[in-house]
């Protein structure tokens, strides 16, 4: 496992927002975290890079307890995609580069500007490398982000809603590509969303969120109708689109 | 053509890089040339030729006591002053993250000043002993600048209150500062009616900023600072290209935040009261240089810290000049230069500028 997480418990001012949180990650695989607003996923994202500390449990990154680490040795092994994203006057080749921060001592080196050569080839970017990001489609900056977050060389890469504000296709590539790295760099990859048939066609695993703790860890077959109505409170069917299992609500 | 692209990526980020450092070269040489001219400027009937060969040491001639003890000093205070403030603006506008800021909108400035007044008034460190023309003397230079750092920190302790606790806008940042800069402008006021003439006039000294007043005592202390603070900026610019992409972000690639913010305030704030103490209150060059040069170079701070300082050394150098020639043997304030330089900027930013690109 490359992720293990343990008995996670945050509560903010005194309000428990996340209890008894467990599950853990192998190598190259996507984990969704679902729920409703409010359940506590970006908080447990957030858990999970120590933005912020949760008051008990552990986090285990490989063989390294998490919370032992500064913040600097945390960059250096989890990525992290916020839900928001600040357009710079940056060039897409220096957003990228700055993902080598937590490896670059003074300065750049060679081997820093080919990985990021390396990973804006991966994501179709090389011909956007010289352009500012201010100039750039909403589509277009979420893959430099996740780009940047990948020239980090994570083991761990942590994604909050990487596709809200995307189309349909620009939706559809991000997690594309995140799933693409997850399985060629054989790295980990937890990300928050919001679409439930996104979900279902790019994760491997899923974590469902309700009350503050974990009502549901695991494969494809804990995504039921019972499950999904009991997280959300709606009740829904669970279909098969050719090889794609896709959730639809109920008329109530 | 594709391929030859994506080959060619770390070779045309080179040559764009290369252009900035070329351009950031350009701009130190257009430095040096109006620096040289600022010496030669004035009623001693100087060539540049002359300066070059005094500053050398060639010619040991009768310009030595014009050139190395009235203009030299002037123009490497108003060089130094103006890339400390410069900086200082263009590293608070990203700790703070609001373009509006800079040691002079957020009322750090007038804090200084102050700071300065009440050192000379209530603890003597001023001009009471000295005699006959020059009333402003400091007999004290670190007990002056000392309590003109009490006075920018205790205006950046607020500015931080407000943007960290209460999250405020950055035009609000700015009503703060203005707050901030009429109470510490009211405090200095006061004091004035509790000083004797020769205090007073060294208090509304500090009130209109003026390059020539610096010793190269004072010249040394502020070259220091300036100094030791860039360089730790330099150091940091990583960090502060991190903090420019959100604080989660930053926060997710390793970034102590609160450190940074704290410590670049801090420096920021230092800068400001040491250009403050030797020189007074001049606006704006913290707004304008950074501004400037994010607008040519982008935001990169491994370039835009120290193409920001260089060009706020040029601004005010390039101020003082204008100030000391255009209706000579009359000096403006040169303060008044860079009020005229700086505030259509501020206004075309606080119109929403700075979010349009």
């Known amino acids: 496992m490359i992720l ?29 975290i679902l729920g409703n607003n409010g359940a506590g996923k970006s908080t447990l994202l957030k858990c999970l890079n120590k933005i912020l500390k949760p008051q008990r449990g552990s986090v285990l990154i490989e063989d390294d307890a998490l919370y032992r680490l500064n913040r600097l040795q945390i960059a250096q092994r989890v990525g992290y995609v916020a839900q928001k994203y600040e357009s710079t006057r940056f060039t897409v080749f220096d957003a990228v580069l700055l993902g080598r921060k937590p490896h670059i001592k003074w300065e750049a080196t060679a081997k820093d500007l080919e990985i990021v050569r390396r990973v804006l080839k991966q994501l179709g970017l090389e011909a956007f490398s010289l352009r500012y990001l201010d100039e750039l489609s909403g589509g277009e900056l979420q893959k430099v982000v996740i780009a940047r977050a990948l020239a ?35 790295i980990a990859a937890v990300v928050v969303m919001h679409d439930l048939n996104l979900a279902l066609r790019f994760s491997d695993k899923f974590l469902l969120l309700k009350n503050k703790t ?35 609500p109920l008329p109530v | 053509m594709r391929q030859a692209t994506m080959e060619n990526v770390p070779e045309s980020y080179l040559k764009y890089t290369r252009r900035k450092l070329l351009m950031i070269s350009l701009l130190i040489l257009l430095t040096a040339v109006v620096g040289v001219y600022a010496i030669n400027a004035g009623s001693a009937d100087l060539s540049p030729a002359q300066v070059l060969m005094t500053l050398f040491g060639v010619e040991q001639g009768r ?39 800079s040691p002079f909108t957020l009322g750090i400035s007038q804090g200084a000043a102050c700071g300065a007044a009440v050192a000379i008034i209530a603890l003597g460190a001023g001009s ?23 006075g920018a920190m205790a205006a950046t302790m607020v500015v931080l209150f407000l943007a960290r606790f209460k999250g405020v806008t950055p035009e609000a940042m700015v009503l703060a500062g203005v707050a901030l800069g009429s109470l510490f402008s009211a405090v200095t006021v006061v004091l004035q009616y509790f000083a004797s003439d020769v205090q007073v006039a060294s208090i509304v000294f500090w009130t209109f900023g003026d390059v020539s007043r610096a010793s190269w005592c004072d010249l040394e202390i502020l070259a220091v600072v300036t100094g030791a603070a860039l360089f730790y900026f330099m150091a940091n610019r990583w960090n502060y290209n991190a903090l420019a992409s959100g604080e989660e972000t930053a926060k997710g690639l390793g970034v102590d935040v609160e450190k940074i913010r704290l410590t670049g305030m801090f420096l920021a704030s230092l800068i400001t009261a040491v250009a403050v103490s030797f020189l007074g209150i001049i606006g704006f060059i913290g707004l304008v240089g950074p501004h400037m040069m994010r607008r040519i170079l982008g935001g990169d701070h491994r370039f835009l810290i120290p193409a920001a300082s260089v060009a706020g050394g040029l601004l005010l150098l390039a ?10 043997p009359v000096v403006l304030p040169v303060g008044a230069i860079t009020s005229f330089m700086g ?15």
């Open chain 1, 4 to 32: 293990t997480v343990d008995g996670v418990e945050f509560s903010y001012n005194g309000h428990p927002v996340l209890r008894g949180i467990n599950f853990a990650v192998a190598r190259g695989e996507v984990v969704s």
């Open chain 1, 152 to 186: 980090q060389e994570p083991r761990v890469l942590l994604l909050d809603e990487p596709t809200s504000n995307l189309d349909l296709k620009n939706q559809l590539e991000v997690l594309k590509t995140v799933r693409k790295a997850a399985h060629e760099q054989n």
């Open chain 1, 214 to 248: 974990t009502f549901a860890c695991g494969g494809m077959e804990i995504i039921t109708p019972e499950n999904i109505a009991g997280v959300y409170g709606v009740p829904v069917a669970v279909e098969k689109m050719g090889a794609v299992p896709v959730i639809v």
């Open chain 2, 63 to 101: 310009f030595n006591v014009i050139i190395w003890n009235i203009r030299l000093p002037r123009v490497l205070s108003a060089l130094v002053a103006g890339a400390g403030l410069s900086v200082a603006g263009c590293v608070m506008q990203n700790i703070l993250r609001n373009p509006l800021a």
């Open chain 2, 128 to 150: 009471t002993g000295s005699t006959g023309a020059d009333a402003v003397a400091i007999n004290n230079p670190y007990l002056v600048t000392f309590s003109a750092f009490l």
């Open chain 2, 319 to 328: 101020a003082d000049t204008v100030a000391r020639t255009v209706i000579a």
């Open chain 2, 343 to 357: 505030a259509p900027l501020f206004l075309y930013l606080l119109a929403g500028g700075y979010g349009r690109r």
